[in-house]
């Protein structure tokens, strides 16, 4: 588990977190417990969403437990180094619907001494690594996976299946469209896909 570090007075250094895995493992649920530490703690702190994602707010973010954080939704990662001066902690949530450019901002507002934490999904429906959520992971100092469970059969779940036959690559969703797989589960889910098509 990533601890907080104490810095001395006239130090300020930066680093990169991220909080990864599938639908419903509580990413978002992690993000907002270590901003509100961060707040607690009297620190400056700028959370930033994709515009896209409006499923419970327009402008929070919103774990699907209905926590939910201010935040400002951007429509590019080149805004949030625009809009994140004189801060302590910037926090990014679903950071694979950003662009490539998100990689170059995270490492940015470290370098410039800002706690950056991450959240995102690692993979996409298909089971693939999902958009520059890779090189977060190559160039965080901590990652932390999360998990759900399994609605199959109750082990770990680390993919979101997609019950739509939509086969873009985003598509904002709840329980009605996603649900969290295990591995097993996952490849007889898209077996029985392949099979019915």
């Known amino acids: 588990m990533f601890l907080e570090r104490t810095r001395k007075a006239n130090q300020k250094t930066g680093w990169i977190e991220v909080i990864a895995g599938s639908m419903f493992s509580g990413k978002t649920e992690e993000l907002i417990r270590r901003l509100r530490r961060?707040?607690?703690?009297?620190?400056?702190?700028e959370i930033f969403k994709p515009s896209i994602d409006v499923r419970y707010s327009e402008e929070d973010v919103v774990s699907h437990n209905a926590n939910a954080i201010r935040s400002t939704p951007v429509s590019s990662s080149s805004?949030?180094?625009l809009l994140a001066t004189d801060v302590d902690v910037v926090g990014i949530d679903e950071a694979q619907f950003f662009d490539n450019g998100i990689v170059d901002v995270c490492t940015t507002l470290a370098n410039n001494g800002v706690r950056v934490i991450v959240a995102g999904?690692?993979?996409d429906f298909m089971g693939r690594p999902f958009g520059p959520m890779p090189a977060l992971f190559a160039i965080a100092e901590d990652v932390t996976k999360v998990h759900a469970i399994c609605t199959h059969c109750?082990?770990?779940a680390q993919y979101s299946?997609?019950?739509?036959q939509n086969k873009?690559?985003?598509l904002l969703g709840e329980k009605d469209i996603y649900e969290p797989l295990c591995r097993k589960c996952y490849n007889e889910a898209t077996e029985n896909d392949k099979n019915n098509q």
């Open 168 to 170: 873009g690559v985003v």
């Open 161 to 164: 299946y997609r019950k739509s």
């Open 154 to 156: 109750g082990e770990l």
């Open 79 to 81: 805004n949030i180094l």
């Open 38 to 45: 961060a707040e607690f703690a009297k620190q400056k702190v």
């Open 121 to 123: 999904l690692d993979m």
